[in-house]
């Protein structure tokens, strides 16, 4: 049985503006797609973090409803 890949790395570079571009394969991976909002997470020593800003929504959302559920009871 052949184990799925979790662990990548891609190479990229940042224009005159700051702009950069996610690699194909990055996006294929991630399931980013055209006009998708992203955060990025930040720590000095640690880097940077990118992610679907609607997947840390609706985690979001989950920690609040389920503080409301425990409130409620």
């Known amino acids: 049985m052949e184990k799925e890949q979790d662990k990548f790395i891609w190479t990229t570079k940042i224009t005159s503006k700051g702009q950069i571009v996610i690699p194909k394969q990055a996006r294929e991976v991630f399931?980013?797609?055209?006009?998708?909002?992203?955060?990025?997470?930040?720590?000095?020593?640690?880097?940077?973090?990118?992610a679907k800003y609607d997947d840390y929504l609706?985690?979001?959302?989950?920690?609040?409803?389920a503080k409301n559920d425990d409130q409620d009871r």
Request: a negative charge; charged letters at 25%.
């Open 31 to 50: 399931g980013f797609h055209d006009g998708d909002t992203l955060i990025l997470l930040g720590d000095k020593s640690k880097g940077i973090a990118i």
């Open 58 to 65: 609706k985690f979001a959302e989950a920690i609040f409803q």
